[in-house]
């Protein structure tokens, strides 16, 4: 693959992760504004507000196609839906149709997210960051 297919695939791959992160962005913005039916349960108003805009802007960030910030996103959203997992199995928290699409899209986020750090080739700040004895890794 030439380095311009290589990057339209990337920009694919970006802005289909955009769309997912927004996605699940404007589902928690639903639920943190109260939009949601009354008997959901989920985390406090406030924590569904601040994730769905971390989600906004996470999936803004996702076009810059930098790997350290591709790298943070896929860690923070397994740390989402590890969370979320607890709290359902916890009780304190349902398995709804909101849960659900946020969910799905959070998976197929996380797998854009992962081919995109496969797909991002290394820059030299990352290699310059790295310790000579990982750097042969």
């Given at each position: ?5 290589q ?80 709290l ?39 290699v ?10």
């Amino acid at each position: 693959m030439n380095t311009a297919q290589q990057q339209s695939s990337l920009g694919a791959l970006a802005r289909a992760g955009t769309a997912l992160a927004w996605l699940t962005g404007v589902i928690y913005l639903i639920i943190g504004t109260g939009m949601a039916p009354d008997d959901l349960d989920s985390p406090p108003q406030a924590v569904m507000l601040v994730a769905g805009l971390a989600y906004i802007v996470g999936g803004w960030l996702i076009r810059r196609l930098n790997r350290r910030l591709v790298r943070a996103g896929a860690v923070a959203n397994a740390l989402v839906m590890v969370v979320y997992m607890v709290l359902l199995l916890a009780g304190r928290s349902d398995l709804e149709i909101y849960a659900a699409v946020s969910k799905l899209a959070q998976i197929g986020l996380e797998i854009v997210l992962i081919a995109l750090l496969y797909g991002l080739t290394r820059t030299a700040a990352d290699v310059v960051s790295t310790p000579a004895s990982q750097q042969a890794r």
